[in-house]
């Protein structure tokens, strides 16, 4: 027996050599292939090399998830999506149909297939809902239905009209800029204050990757290609360095809303930079900010934030696990809040308040600014989100 595990080794070695060397081979000629968003970027594949716990794991988190191209027939099937109709009315429907090449929309009058188009691009990682969009020339159009997850449900998008089927909306770089990496546009025309943009398609970088959050990384990733025994990160801003509101930055270019101006593109947005400065944006001033999308304004409203060095990473681990159980969250305040009184709750109430914290402090909310029609109905869905305003309610 270990004779002939001996023998064996030369090949086993030389094999392990050989595929070594054609995997070097392949990702040399990979990391020639230009980031769309230049030579400051890295390949965006290179980081598994290094970082492969990360890597992995983060194939399945829900920024790395938040748009996707559906480039083949079969892109939908893993989503759980059903066909179906939405009706509008006796004479109008929208008919979801899973084709051999992809899934479409089509319009329906009387019966009659007026328009269809297929799903190109996804947006959401299927926590709530899914939006879909199609290439119209260089145009990006948004699809007339939305799907809920939770509820295996076609709704009608949000904002749209409840009596007609819409193929008119554009999708513009505001969506990209938190909801991909990057894309690159022109502005075609902006007459009556209505922006009109081409994008150039393959510049499209889904999804929310690395270098989005950290930054470019080419120089990082050749230093530590050429010095492999280093240890300590070089050419990388190193996030625990940062100040607070930098720190919270680096998340709020992305959960603060819409209304955020910036001077450059947020694609470009990197670590260290913060958004408080520029002008134009309004930070909160006691009104009440829509839980659509605004964690940081109405998490900078707590107390727990005024009044303590608290930031989002203390409750959300951003590679990992980024929606743990209420239990799980519960104890980053437990983690501050040992000792509470609670003298009003009864029995019962305080039984919950070990295990969950976040049911009374951090209340769900109905957004007022988003809300889904239901198929042949006028009644909407709202769309929920928990406030990150920490209180007593
Ligand atoms: C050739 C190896 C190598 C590659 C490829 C690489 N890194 Fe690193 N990186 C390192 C080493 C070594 C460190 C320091 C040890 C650590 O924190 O893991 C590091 C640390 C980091 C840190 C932590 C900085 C800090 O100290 O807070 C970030 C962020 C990072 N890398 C991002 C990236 C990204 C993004 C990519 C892909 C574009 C990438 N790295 C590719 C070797 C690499
Ligand atoms: C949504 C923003 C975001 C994205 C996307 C992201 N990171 Fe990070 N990363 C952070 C934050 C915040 C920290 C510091 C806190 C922490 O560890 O969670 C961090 C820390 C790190 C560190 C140093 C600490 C550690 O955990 O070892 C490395 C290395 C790193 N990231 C690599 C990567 C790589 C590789 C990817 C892509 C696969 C990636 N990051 C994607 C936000 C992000
Ligand atoms: C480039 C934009 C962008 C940045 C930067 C960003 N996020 Fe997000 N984040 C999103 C989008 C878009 C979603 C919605 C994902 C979905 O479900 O499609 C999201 C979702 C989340 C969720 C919910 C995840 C889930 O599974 O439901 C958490 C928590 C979160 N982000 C925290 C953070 C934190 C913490 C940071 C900073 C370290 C950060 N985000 C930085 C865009 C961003
Ligand atoms: C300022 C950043 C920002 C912009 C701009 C933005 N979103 Fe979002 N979007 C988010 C965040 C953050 C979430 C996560 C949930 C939340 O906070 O409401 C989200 C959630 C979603 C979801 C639900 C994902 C899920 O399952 O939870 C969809 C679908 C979506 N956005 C589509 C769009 C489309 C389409 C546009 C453009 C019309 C757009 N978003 C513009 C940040 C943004
Ligand atoms: C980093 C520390 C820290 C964390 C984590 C933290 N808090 Fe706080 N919180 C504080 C401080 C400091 C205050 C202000 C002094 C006080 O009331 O104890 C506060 C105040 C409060 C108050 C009183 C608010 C008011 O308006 O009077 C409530 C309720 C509260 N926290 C609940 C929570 C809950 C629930 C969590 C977890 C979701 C949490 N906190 C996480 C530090 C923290
Ligand atoms: C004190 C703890 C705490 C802090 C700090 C915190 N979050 Fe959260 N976050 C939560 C809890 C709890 C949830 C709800 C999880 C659930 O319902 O499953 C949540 C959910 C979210 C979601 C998903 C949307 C939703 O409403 O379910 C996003 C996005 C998010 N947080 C972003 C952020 C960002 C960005 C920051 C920093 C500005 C931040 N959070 C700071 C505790 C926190
Ligand atoms: C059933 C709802 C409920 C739950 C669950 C709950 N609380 Fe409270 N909490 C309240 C109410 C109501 C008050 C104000 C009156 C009082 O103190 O009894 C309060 C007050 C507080 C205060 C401010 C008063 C003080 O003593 O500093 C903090 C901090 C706090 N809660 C933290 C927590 C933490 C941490 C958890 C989870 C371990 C939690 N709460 C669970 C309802 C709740």
Not at 166 to 171: E, K, S
Not at 255 to 269: R, T
Request: with cysteine; charged share 20%.
């Amino acid at each position: 027996m270990l004779k002939k595990q001996g023998k064996r080794k030369p090949l086993i070695t030389f094999l392990f050599f050989g595929i070594s060397l054609s995997i070097a081979i392949m990702q040399c000629t990979e990391q020639q292939i230009a980031d769309m968003r230049g030579k400051q970027y890295a390949h965006r594949e290179t980081c598994v090399q290094c970082h492969q716990d990360i890597a992995k794991s983060y194939l399945h988190n829900a920024h790395f998830n938040t748009s996707k191209e559906l480039y083949t027939p079969h892109s939908t099937d893993s989503m759980g999506i059903d066909s179906g109709t939405f009706v509008f009315n006796e004479k109008t429907k929208v008919g979801i149909e899973s084709r051999s090449n992809g899934l479409y929309q089509v319009a329906y009058v009387n019966e009659k297939n007026l328009k269809e188009e297929r799903a190109d691009i996804v947006f959401g990682a299927g926590k709530s809902a899914y939006t879909f969009a199609f290439w119209y020339g260089n145009k990006l159009m948004q699809m007339p239905l939305n799907y809920l997850v939770p509820s295996h449900e076609w709704v009608n998008s949000p904002g749209f009209p409840s009596e007609q089927i819409y193929f008119g909306r554009a999708i513009i770089t505001r969506c990209l800029e938190c909801h991909s990496s990057f894309v690159q546009s022109r502005i075609i025309s902006s007459a009556n204050f209505q922006l009109e943009e081409e994008f150039v398609k393959n510049s499209l970088i889904a999804g929310i990757d690395c270098q989005r959050c950290h930054g470019p990384a080419a120089e990082h990733v050749q230093f530590h290609q050429a010095h492999p025994k280093e240890k300590e990160a070089r050419y990388m801003a190193k996030y625990r360095e940062l100040s607070r509101s930098q720190k919270v930055d680096m998340c709020a270019v992305c959960h603060s809303g819409i209304n955020l101006k910036m001077s450059n593109s947020a694609f470009f947005f990197k670590p260290g930079d913060t958004i408080s400065n520029l002008p134009e944006y309004t930070s909160y001033t006691g009104e009440d900010p829509d839980v659509h999308g605004k964690q940081k304004q109405l998490l900078i409203a707590s107390k727990c934030y005024q009044l303590s060095s608290l930031d989002c990473g203390t409750c959300h681990k951003t590679h990992g696990e980024l929606a743990p159980t209420l239990a799980t969250y519960s104890q980053s305040c437990v983690g501050c809040h040992q000792e509470v009184q609670h003298a009003s709750l009864d029995k019962q109430a305080l039984s919950i308040a070990k295990e969950n914290c976040i049911d009374c402090h951090m209340p769900v909310r109905a957004s007022k600014d988003i809300g889904f029609q239901r198929s042949a109905s006028k009644e909407k869905l709202p769309y929920i989100q928990r406030t990150h305003r920490i209180a007593i309610y």
